[in-house]
């Protein structure tokens, strides 16, 4: 399984994707009153529950930018301590990177 975190929206988001199709979304927060440190272990926490995702994380994506800087730095700081806990595959890319891709 691939776990996408979305951070650069207006709502971040966690994708769960597996051979190549989304199985799982789910916002992290309901508006954008909320905040991200303040709901994103919960968040992933439902996920673990409901998919046993610690078990079964092959891959960590992130996005980085442009976006919130506060809500930049909770998502790498997030993903990173998944990276370091099962040493999984972590990348990153930005809607630059995403408008060029052909």
Do not use: W
Request: with cysteine; aromatic share 8%; net charge negative.
């Amino acid at each position: 399984m691939l776990l996408f975190l979305d951070v650069i929206s207006p709502l971040p988001e966690f994708l769960v994707i597996e051979d190549n199709k989304v199985i799982l979304h789910r916002k992290i927060i309901d508006n954008e009153s909320d905040k991200l440190s303040d709901n994103i272990f919960q968040a992933f926490i439902g996920l673990n529950k409901d998919l046993n995702l610690i078990q079964n994380l092959e891959k960590i994506v992130i996005t980085i930018g442009p976006g919130s800087y506060t809500s930049l730095r909770v998502g790498a700081a997030f993903v990173s301590g998944l990276h370091i806990l099962k040493d999984i595959h972590l990348c990153s890319f930005s809607i630059s990177d995403i408008i060029n891709f052909k």
